[in-house]
């Protein structure tokens, strides 16, 4: 009987240590999983492509000047490959620049969707940055 008393206690206490040990892992969605840090990456995008996108305006409203030297038959191939990579950025900049901000700022704020999240959101400043160099780099 007493072997018997000892056992089940031992039991007991294997459990509740193992209960203990459960009750302290992380699970999914609970308050470890939750990114402190969601908007930093967003707000700094927004905040870039704020400030960015009146400038990629300018700069590619003005790039189709580049043809008044050699008019708009006369002007080299490399010069139209760079007008048209203009004019794609600036639909891009207005269309896709916004589409990726609200997307980085909409993801769940957990840990697993962090990195999307900062890629996302810095891959939004893709096309005003690549309007405002290839027009910077335009070739004669």
Do not use: D, E, N, Q
């Given at each position: 009987m007493r072997a018997d008393g000892e056992l089940r206690r031992a039991w007991a206490a294997a459990n509740a240590a193992d209960a203990a040990a459960d009750a302290r892992t992380v699970r999914p969605g609970g308050p470890a999983d939750h990114d402190e840090n969601a908007s930093s990456a967003p707000l700094w995008a927004t905040a870039l492509a704020v400030l960015l996108a009146p400038v990629t305006l300018l700069f590619g409203g003005l790039a189709p000047m580049a043809t008044d030297g050699c008019g708009p038959d006369n002007c080299s191939a490399a010069l139209d490959r760079a007008l048209s990579l203009v004019t794609?950025?600036?639909?891009?900049?207005?269309?896709?620049?916004?589409?990726?901000?609200?997307?980085?700022?909409?993801?769940?704020?957990?840990?697993?969707?962090?990195?999307?999240?900062?890629?996302?959101?810095?891959?939004?400043l893709l096309p005003p940055v690549t309007v405002i160099l290839t027009v910077f780099g335009l070739p004669e």
């Open positions: 794609g950025g600036l639909y891009a900049t207005f269309f896709v620049t916004p589409a990726l901000l609200l997307t980085s700022w909409v993801l769940p704020r957990r840990m697993r969707f962090a990195k999307a999240r900062r890629a996302i959101a810095w891959c939004a």
